[in-house]
C-alpha cells in the first residue's frame, strides 16, 4: 500500500470528499456535478497529466507502446481497479496499481523508470510506482464515473 501521499494528492482528495458531503446533502439533485478527473495521455510526448476539475494538477513521465505494440486512442472510463494485477498475458509479469480502461489495456506502476518518457511496454500506460499510486488514489475518491482516460497521438 501507497503511504508516502504527496501534500498536493492529501488536500485534493481532502477537497473532493468534502465537496462530495456537500453535494450530497444538498439534495437537489446537486450531487450529479460531483468532481471530476481527467487524465490527458500523450503518445507523442510521453507524458501523462492529470486535470481535477479541470485545473491542471499533476505532469507525468509515462510509457506507452513500444514498436510493434499498440496503446489504444480515445476517450476511456476504469473498468476495474487492482492493488496488485499480474499479467496473464505477458508471463505474470507484476501490474501495481492498476487501473483497466480497455480490455487488457491498464495504467499501472512500472519499475522501469529509466524508460519512462519513452515507448517501452506492450501497450498499456506505465507510470512511476509513486505517481501510480496517487492516481489510483485519486480514482478511488473520485470514483471510476469521476474519472476519463484520454489518450492521444
Same mark, same amino acid.
Given at each position: 500500500?501507497?503511504? #508516502?501521499?504527496?501534500? =498536493?494528492?492529501?488536500?485534493?482528495? /481532502?477537497? /473532493?470528499?468534502?465537496?462530495?458531503?456537500?453535494?450530497?446533502?444538498? %439534495?437537489?439533485?446537486?450531487?450529479?456535478?460531483?468532481?471530476?478527473?481527467?487524465a490527458?495521455?500523450?503518445?507523442?510526448?510521453?507524458?501523462?497529466?492529470?486535470?481535477? *476539475? %479541470?485545473?491542471?494538477t499533476?505532469? &507525468?513521465?509515462?510509457?506507452?507502446? /513500444?514498436r %510493434?505494440?499498440?496503446?489504444p486512442? %480515445?476517450?476511456? =472510463?476504469? #473498468?476495474?481497479?487492482?492493488?496488485? &494485477? @499480474?499479467?496473464? =498475458?505477458? *508471463?505474470?509479469?507484476?501490474?501495481?496499481?492498476?487501473?483497466?480502461?480497455?480490455?487488457? @489495456?491498464?495504467?499501472?506502476?512500472?519499475?522501469?523508470?529509466k524508460?519512462?518518457?519513452?515507448?517501452?511496454?506492450?501497450?498499456?500506460?506505465?507510470?512511476?510506482? *509513486?505517481?501510480?499510486?496517487?492516481? @489510483?488514489?485519486?480514482?478511488?475518491?473520485?470514483?471510476?464515473?469521476n474519472?476519463?482516460?484520454v489518450?492521444? =497521438?
Amino acid at each position: 500500500m501507497h503511504t #508516502t501521499i504527496s501534500a =498536493k494528492l492529501i488536500h485534493i482528495t /481532502a477537497a /473532493a470528499l468534502m465537496g462530495a458531503a456537500f453535494l450530497l446533502g444538498a %439534495g437537489n439533485g446537486a450531487a450529479q456535478a460531483a468532481n471530476k478527473i481527467v487524465a490527458r495521455v500523450s503518445l507523442s510526448q510521453q507524458t501523462m497529466e492529470v486535470l481535477v *476539475d %479541470g485545473r491542471p494538477t499533476f505532469a &507525468w513521465k509515462v510509457s506507452t507502446g /513500444a514498436r %510493434g505494440y499498440v496503446t489504444p486512442t %480515445g476517450s476511456f =472510463k476504469p #473498468t476495474r481497479m487492482h492493488q496488485m &494485477w @499480474y499479467s496473464k =498475458k505477458y *508471463d505474470n509479469a507484476p501490474m501495481p496499481h492498476s487501473v483497466f480502461f480497455s480490455g487488457g @489495456y491498464a495504467v499501472h506502476a512500472t519499475n522501469a523508470v529509466k524508460r519512462l518518457g519513452q515507448p517501452a511496454s506492450h501497450g498499456c500506460v506505465r507510470l512511476h510506482p *509513486d505517481n501510480a499510486a496517487d492516481f @489510483y488514489q485519486l480514482v478511488e475518491v473520485f470514483g471510476p464515473a469521476n474519472t476519463s482516460i484520454v489518450i492521444v =497521438k
